[in-house]
């Protein structure tokens, strides 16, 4: 089918280009009898406008680019939703992109999109990532740029996180004041800042209640998925048998994992093991038993990263300085009958 111009209406209805364009716009100074005669021209000949010729005159793409870790991960999936749907009241195209915890991979995704001249850019870093210069080149080139939930900050940019260290903390304080005392922690890799203060939250929980750490509960869960957390449960088990009376993980996948394990060992849950996750998926509330966790509220991370994406894209296009912000997300435990 061939693209109907702005000329070829302006010549069949007698008028101006200018006039046609204003018209599509409703502008004021355009009458509303000719208004009418160029939607319905417009419309009878499925006109749409050259989004391009557009974005040329502008210096804007409208499109904006979203790496995250994994597509099938609840919490991720969440943030998406929420960034579509302002992206859309914006009137702005996603391009969204995995990085399958590969920072080789990451950085091409970043050199795509920067080649692609988005207007703006979120990350959310893979496992994988120790080195931030792919991150630098992002801001070289003046493209705004937010980090949310697995961040870096040693780049000086706009940053969605929770408070990781609080929120693990709150955790296993819950599980100590509850009478468990010999604790495993199941964490995430060692790179990602989330997985560190997580980690720093478990331990400073442990001490702040008299109880000695012991490194030898703490297993690392590269992916946190499934399969890490029947694995270590297994692991554990086999190790230190029934004396471990809870086990607190990174993601409520892995804690699903761990469950697994122990149903079908016919250990029991919580009366001999307790078991606490981390990101509230739908998953955990219709699991057996139903499982304790961390609401992350990924949708709000969602909404106020790309606000902030968008306060930084407005700010550059207005030519007004824009001083980078971090934002902190609430979390809250979520208590059912794995604890």
Same mark, same amino acid.
């Given at each position: 089918?061939?693209?109907?111009?702005?000329?070829?209406?302006?010549?069949?209805? *007698?008028?101006?280009?200018?006039? /046609?364009?204003?018209?599509?716009?409703?502008?004021?100074?355009?009458?509303?009898?000719? +208004?009418?005669?160029?939607?319905?021209?417009?419309?009878? /000949?499925?006109?749409?406008?050259?989004?391009?010729?557009?974005?040329?005159?502008?210096? %804007?793409?409208?499109?904006?680019?979203?790496?995250?870790?994994?597509?099938?991960?609840?919490?991720?999936?969440?943030?998406?939703?929420?960034?579509?749907?302002?992206?859309?009241?914006?009137?702005?195209?996603? &391009? &969204?992109?995995?990085?399958?915890?590969?920072?080789?991979?990451?950085?091409?995704?970043?050199?795509?999109? $920067?080649?692609?001249?988005?207007?703006?850019?979120?990350?959310?870093?893979?496992?994988?990532?120790?080195?931030?210069?792919?991150?630098?080149?992002?801001?070289?080139?003046?493209?705004?740029?937010?980090?949310?939930?697995?961040?870096? +900050?040693?780049?000086?940019?706009?940053?969605?996180?929770?408070?990781?260290?609080?929120?693990?903390?709150?955790? /296993?304080?819950?599980?100590?004041?509850?009478?468990? +005392?010999?604790?495993?922690?199941?964490?995430?890799?060692?790179?990602?800042?989330?997985? &560190?203060?997580?980690?720093? *939250?478990?331990?400073?929980?442990?001490?702040?209640?008299?109880?000695?750490?012991?490194?030898?509960?703490?297993?690392?869960?590269?992916?946190?998925?499934?399969?890490?957390?029947?694995?270590?449960?297994?692991?554990?088990?086999?190790?230190?048998?029934?004396?471990?009376?809870?086990?607190?993980?990174?993601?409520?996948?892995?804690? $699903?994992?761990?469950?697994?394990?122990?149903?079908?060992?016919?250990?029991?849950?919580?009366?001999?093991?307790?078991?606490?996750?981390?990101?509230?998926?739908?998953?955990?509330?219709?699991?057996?038993?139903?499982?304790?966790?961390?609401?992350?509220?990924?949708?709000?991370? *969602? %909404?106020?990263?790309? %606000?902030?994406?968008?306060?930084?894209?407005?700010? +550059?296009?207005? *030519?007004?300085?824009?001083?980078?912000?971090?934002?902190?997300?609430?979390?809250?435990?979520? &208590?059912?009958?794995?604890?």
């Amino acid at each position: 089918m061939v693209k109907t111009t702005l000329k070829e209406i302006a010549n069949t209805l *007698g008028i101006s280009i200018s006039t /046609v364009s204003k018209a599509l716009k409703d502008y004021p100074d355009v009458s509303e009898k000719t +208004k009418l005669k160029v939607l319905a021209l417009a419309e009878s /000949v499925n006109y749409s406008p050259n989004v391009f010729a557009q974005s040329l005159r502008s210096k %804007e793409s409208k499109t904006i680019g979203v790496i995250i870790p994994s597509m099938v991960h609840y919490f991720f999936s969440n943030i998406i939703n929420a960034i579509l749907k302002e992206a859309e009241v914006k009137g702005y195209m996603v &391009i &969204i992109m995995q990085s399958n915890e590969d920072y080789e991979l990451e950085k091409k995704q970043v050199d795509l999109l $920067i080649n692609k001249g988005v207007d703006g850019i979120l990350i959310s870093l893979s496992n994988n990532t120790n080195n931030f210069k792919h991150l630098q080149k992002i801001k070289d080139y003046d493209i705004p740029l937010v980090l949310f939930d697995k961040i870096t +900050k040693l780049i000086d940019c706009s940053k969605v996180v929770i408070n990781d260290i609080k929120a693990s903390y709150e955790a /296993v304080s819950y599980l100590i004041n509850k009478g468990y +005392k010999r604790i495993a922690y199941f964490r995430g890799d060692l790179n990602p800042q989330n997985s &560190i203060d997580r980690f720093l *939250g478990y331990k400073k929980a442990l001490e702040d209640n008299g109880i000695v750490f012991d490194s030898s509960l703490v297993y690392i869960c590269n992916n946190g998925d499934f399969e890490n957390g029947y694995l270590n449960a297994e692991k554990l088990i086999n190790t230190h048998g029934k004396s471990i009376d809870a086990i607190y993980t990174v993601t409520d996948l892995t804690a $699903i994992g761990v469950i697994n394990y122990l149903n079908e060992h016919n250990i029991k849950i919580p009366e001999d093991i307790a078991v606490f996750g981390f990101s509230n998926w739908f998953m955990s509330s219709v699991i057996t038993p139903t499982l304790s966790s961390v609401e992350q509220n990924a949708n709000v991370t *969602g %909404e106020k990263s790309i %606000e902030l994406l968008f306060e930084e894209i407005e700010c +550059k296009q207005k *030519g007004i300085d824009f001083k980078p912000k971090t934002l902190t997300v609430d979390t809250e435990l979520i &208590i059912r009958n794995s604890s």
